[in-house]
């Protein structure tokens, strides 16, 4: 490689240069006599390979925005439940007597304890879909 | 080789380089070998610069080859295909490089004291040598790659910093930095490099 560019002024010290161009300058080596034809070796067994398979993005895309459409439109309604169950709870506990409260307070964990169900439920029936969906996709 | 002739066989270099390119991405392989010939060499001596090591040094050319022939297409042509060639070797010969544990030399043992008195020159010059070798070595990565493509592109600091992928500024700054260091650690040996030899027999 030659360049025929200005040295840039970086050079404060001609010793320590001279040093330091000797080291970096040392030992060309000249390419063995086989390395060009290794590497083309090489390089046509690269172009033989088969061109990897692009990901099935137009057989995924709608069924992913369809999951994930389901997906945040129960997590919405869960919310509304869970909201709305919590409102429900409070005023109950504001309108009965402080005797009761036992009773009172084993609507909460009810209420959670539905919730959580649903979750679980959701959570398998996604686990199933995506084990079909992915062993059908493989299968293809 | 004069200047003018320097352009001219670079600029023929180019066109080559723009020549095989689109027949290998065109589907001619073969082409590929052009590109091998007129830049093996380079190559292989930035990967020994790096790696210290004749037979790893072809081995680190072979794979930066052949990342260049299957990213071939990446090539956007504003720069020489040299250009994006030594960055795409400077890449890999650093990460390939960094995954080897580093030298761990302490400073005190970098200089190997030179006897002025020795008869033999070619000693003198081996242990010079080496301990410019180890004080290359221990620098941190940042720095020691900084050294090596500067003083490969013939302290070209805009074709270092284009290889490296980095800022001229940042360049400048390691050089200076790296540069600083190796100073401290060889200050006796420039001392003794500084001076002829008959001066510093005199001198004792």
């Known amino acids: ?140 | 080789m004069g200047t003018t002739e320097q352009h001219s066989a670079a600029a023929q270099r180019a066109e080559a380089d723009r020549r095989d390119v689109a027949c290998v991405l065109a589907g001619d392989t073969a082409a590929f070998e052009g590109i091998v010939r007129r830049w093996q060499a380079p190559l292989i001596h930035l990967a020994y610069r790096f790696c210290r090591d004749r037979g790893r040094s072809e081995e680190m050319a072979q794979e930066a080859f052949l990342r260049a022939f299957c990213n071939l297409a990446g090539w956007r042509q504003q720069a020489a295909f040299s250009t994006w060639l030594f960055a795409l070797a400077t890449n890999l010969y650093c990460t390939q490089l960094r995954q080897l544990p580093p030298v761990t030399l302490p400073f005190d043992e970098v200089h190997e004291p030179v006897d002025p008195n020795a008869l033999d020159a070619g000693f003198e010059e081996r242990s010079r040598r080496a301990a410019v070798r180890k004080a290359v070595d221990s620098l941190p990565a940042k720095y020691r790659e900084v050294l090596t493509l500067y003083y490969f592109h013939e302290m070209d600091v805009p074709a270092a910093a284009a290889s490296l992928g980095l800022p001229e500024g940042t360049v400048k700054v390691r050089l200076f930095r790296a540069r600083k260091l190796l100073h401290g650690k060889l200050t006796p040996l420039m001392e003794d490099v500084a001076l002829p030899r008959h001066e510093a027999k005199e001198s004792l």
């Not at chain 1, 309108?95 to 036992?102: F, H, I, K, L, W």
């Open chain 1, 1 to 140: 490689m030659t360049h025929s560019r200005p040295k840039p002024d970086l050079s404060s010290d001609p010793t320590l240069d001279r040093l330091l161009a000797e080291h970096f300058n040392d030992g060309a080596l000249p390419p063995s006599s086989g390395f060009a034809a290794t590497v083309m070796e090489a390089a046509r067994t690269e172009a033989a390979m088969p061109q990897p398979i692009p990901f099935p993005w137009r057989r995924v895309l709608p069924g992913a925005v369809a999951a994930l459409a389901g997906l945040l439109a129960f997590a919405a309604w869960v919310l509304h439940q869970w909201t709305e169950a919590l409102r429900t709870d409070s005023s109950r506990l504001l309108a009965v007597p402080p005797s009761s409260g036992a009773a009172s307070a084993g609507l909460a964990p009810m209420s959670t304890a539905e919730l959580t169900l649903i979750w679980v439920t959701l959570a398998v029936l996604l686990s199933v879909v995506a084990v079909f969906a992915s062993l059908r996709l493989a299968s293809r």
